[in-house]
């Protein structure tokens, strides 16, 4: 004999339980969030995977759109909500808006390095990862404070990447969000000295492995072959689909290594001779890789940290009645400037004649 309001209530509470102990993986909607270098190409890689041609344009700050996909004939679509952070490393605290509480658990990331760019590579990787990292465990905490199941699944879930029977299970320290690397611009990256190409790609690997994240290059180049494998890993973030299960590890070719799929030990040391490894005081795996490419690589100032661009200037904002009343109104202050001036002037000229 329970109400209508008390049948609708019941049924509220089943969902929201229902949702808290549900496999991620069996979610409708999820999360990715793209971040990485300033003109790396993370627009151009979003417009490829929900295949709408159209030129990209700049991010100045944070984007969303979305994709849909249908399951089956009359089944509710699936939906990805898909992020994007612009200006590189200068907006950091906007990384704390997409990732919230209530969508942690179907959440992706995707960092996009401009390969054409090593030396800003380890900066704008540390950078973001880092912010991203601090954000989410503040979010984890606060979750595990309530009482909730949901914090502990988080930290299960980072661990499944790696197989229970991998050798650098306990070695590796796993992003708390499903993680891909991509490295973009691999038409201009394939034309470097070999060497460099070399500690470069061995460098992303560690990195990847550390964190048990997914690597793999790609270019804007239509004869690309492995474009539909990127849009393979996004579309398993964005919809649950399988991921590719190519490997390649050569470092004369665009490397694509799946989660869990190498290995400290084919990886190898860092590149450097043991004297100048004996140099440096570290603490980490992590930090050791980073002074030895630091030392091939110097970090350079990316200038992202620079003001961006007025977003008011900006042609692709243009907005004629907008505009129009910005422009008289930045004309009056300017008038009222001249104005004040002449009067400050006026009052000085005045004091000086008594």
Sequence with gaps: SDSLWDIAIDEVQEKENTGNDSDPTELSERSIFFIGNKNGGKTTIILRCLDRDEAPKP?????YTFGRRAKGHNTPKDIAHFWELGGGTSL?????????NENIRSFSIVLVLDLSKPNELWPVMESLLETTKKHVAKIISSIAKTGSKVANQIKQYALQT?????????????????????GNKYDIFQDFDSEKRKIICKTLRF???YYGASVLFTSKS???????????????FAFGLDKSK???????????????????????????SDTDISRFRVRTPMELWKKVYEMHFPSKNTGDTREMRDPAKDPQY???????????????????KRNVDKSWKAMA???NVR
């Design 59 to 63: 991010t100045l700050a944070l984007e």
């Design 92 to 100: 950091l605290d906007l990384i704390q808006i997409p990732i919230t």
């Design 162 to 182: 790696i197989p229970k029977d991998h050798p650098d299970r306990e070695l590796i320290d796993p992003f708390p969000l499903p993680l891909l690397i991509v």
């Design 207 to 209: 990195a990847a492995h």
């Design 222 to 236: 239509e004869s690309l072959t492995v474009k539909p494998v990127t849009r393979s890993f996004i579309n398993h």
């Design 246 to 272: 190519l490997l390649s590890i050569d470092h004369n070719k665009p490397i694509i290594i799946p989660a869990g799929s190498d290995s400290f030990s084919q990886i190898g040391t860092p590149p450097a």
């Design 318 to 336: 243009t907005e004629a009645a907008v505009d129009m009343m910005r422009t008289q109104k930045d004309q009056e202050l300017e008038q009222y």
């Design 349 to 351: 000229l005045d004091s």
